[in-house]
T-cell receptor, first 111, second 115 residues
Framework: RKEVEQDPGPFNVPEGATVAFNCTYS??????FFWYRQDCRKEPKLLMS???SGNEDGRFTAQLNRASQYISLLIRDSKLSDSATYLC????????????FGTGTRLQVTL | DTGVSQNPRHKITKRGQNVTFRCDPI?????LYWYRQTLGQGPEFLTY????????KSRLLSDRFSAERPKGSFSTLEIQRTEQGDSAMYLC?????????????FGPGTRLLVL
């Protein structure tokens, strides 16, 4: 099983739609998780951190299910500007070192 | 601009040549990371520095790759005898030392094309 797995998409949704992405991880000891956003040919930027059951920031909600070892990202009222790749990220447990990224899920929001 | 900076932003080289990339982290960030990203994939960890000490290296970092952070500030990543498979985006990130896992802030990357 890959350390972090995501559906690569693309997810094509109309403006205003609600869309959800899932991500599964293999290390049951992982405590914290991140969603990063990456625009085409740009660097990844932190979107949300998930440390407990979930986190909400405006139109974005991240949820964590430890029993099933998956994290989800829900985007409500999608905007054209939400079009990007969303990377699920699991930090290494223990010392502060590497981040393990999923392949990313590509979202295209259309008119 | 107080973000992570990387130079050059683009590099085209011929197979067999050596290349060196530079990363300037956010000032006062003690931790510095190098990642590599190929098309359609997420970034993959290469190596990590705490101040000037290189504390972890991925097995992806073959003996043709070397990274340094001599004074605990900027870092360089050198690839010797480049191969076409080295073509990728090389990303640098930095983070402060306030906890076990702090947010990593990424630079714009250096895009390498090996012909």
């Amino acid at each position: 099983r890959k350390e972090v797995e995501q559906d690569p998409g693309p997810f094509n949704v109309p403006e205003g739609a609600t869309v959800a992405f899932n991500c599964t991880y293999s290390n049951s000891a992982s405590q914290s998780f991140f969603w990063y956003r990456q625009d085409c040919r740009k660097e990844p930027k932190l979107l949300m951190s998930v440390y407990s059951s979930g986190n909400e920031d405006g139109r974005f909600t991240a949820q964590l299910n430890r029993a099933s070892q998956y994290i989800s990202l829900l985007i409500r009222d999608s905007k054209l500007s939400d079009s990007a790749t969303y990377l699920c990220v699991v930090p290494n447990t223990g010392t502060a070192s590497k981040l393990t990224f999923g392949t990313g899920t590509r979202l295209q929001v259309t008119l | 601009d107080t973000g992570v900076s990387q130079n050059p932003r683009h590099k085209i080289t011929k197979r067999g040549q050596n290349v060196t990339f530079r990363c300037d982290p956010i000032s006062e960030h003690n931790r510095l990371y190098w990642y590599r990203q190929t098309l359609g994939q997420g970034p993959e960890f290469l190596t990590y520095f705490q101040n000037e000490a290189q504390l972890e290296k991925s097995r992806l970092l073959s003996d043709r790759f070397s990274a340094e952070r001599p004074k605990g500030s900027f870092s360089t990543l050198e690839i010797q005898r480049t191969e076409q498979g080295d073509s990728a985006m090389y990303l640098c990130a930095s983070s402060p030392t306030r906890g076990v896992q702090e947010t990593q802030y990424f630079g714009p990357g250096t895009r390498l094309l090996v012909l």
